[in-house]
């Protein structure tokens, strides 16, 4: 079957550095994403991997090992801002996305 | 701005009452999905087009419709609602590059409760 694994929550501190992972099993692989999600809002786009490695894009980066299966995304300087779920997503063989349940991410000042 | 607009952001309906819900676009993309997310889950894909070629996935309920008369829109149509129904409804859509892997973009989603 297919799944991605992420942790339900996690707490930082304000100005740290935080790393969510997730492990994803799907029926092929076309890419790994990863979503940020405010409270009662719509997710928005963060990152997409293709490759193995890491992509850096501001405070946030993404790495990706296919061979594992496993995706980390890191957050840096951590802002008030930054609370949210984050939500990993595999794409398959067939293009669809295969989501993670999301992980909440809890920012104390 | 390009963009996915959703309507309503909040509604309310009856149980068994008919309830239809729009999203828009902007981006002249071809693909659209509907999702439907409830709390502290994944989003779960209900159907989505490739244009006008409309795909259900195989667990979506027969209560759940949709429509797409023309490129920048598409209606999810809920025929009998249920209790079970409520959730965050989310619109997205993306462009058909040819490659498949093509980013997904979210409108603000359409909160539904049913009373």
């Known amino acids: 079957g297919q799944n991605i694994d992420q942790p339900t929550e996690m707490t930082a501190t304000e100005g740290a550095i935080v790393q969510i992972n997730c492990t994803y099993q799907?029926?092929?692989?076309?890419?790994l994403f990863w979503y940020q999600q405010h409270a009662g809002e719509a997710p928005t786009f963060l990152s997409y991997?293709?490759l193995d490695g890491l992509e850096e894009k501001g405070r946030f980066s993404s790495f990706l090992s296919r061979s594992k299966g496993y995706s980390y995304l890191l957050l840096k300087e951590l802002q008030m801002k930054d609370s949210a779920s984050y939500l990993c997503a595999s794409m398959d063989s067939n293009y669809q996305l295969i989501w993670g349940a999301g992980t909440k991410l809890i920012i104390k000042p | 701005d390009a963009m996915v607009i959703q309507n309503p952001r909040y509604q309310v309906t009856q149980f068994g009452k008919p309830v239809t819900l729009s999203c828009s676009q902007t981006l002249n993309h071809n693909v659209m999905y509907w999702y439907q997310q409830k709390s502290s889950q994944a989003p779960k894909l209900l159907f989505h087009y490739y244009d006008k070629d409309f795909n259900n996935e195989a667990d979506t309920p027969d209560n759940f419709q949709s429509r797409r008369p023309n490129t920048s829109f598409c209606f999810l149509d809920i025929r009998s609602p249920g209790l079970g129904d409520a959730a965050m409804y989310l619109c997205?859509?993306?462009?058909?590059?040819?490659?498949?892997?093509?980013?997904?973009?979210f409108g603000p989603g359409t909160r539904l409760t049913v009373l």
């Open positions: 991997n293709v």
């Open positions: 997205a859509t993306s462009r058909d590059s040819g490659t498949g892997a093509d980013t997904q973009y």
């Open positions: 799907t029926s092929g692989f076309n890419g």
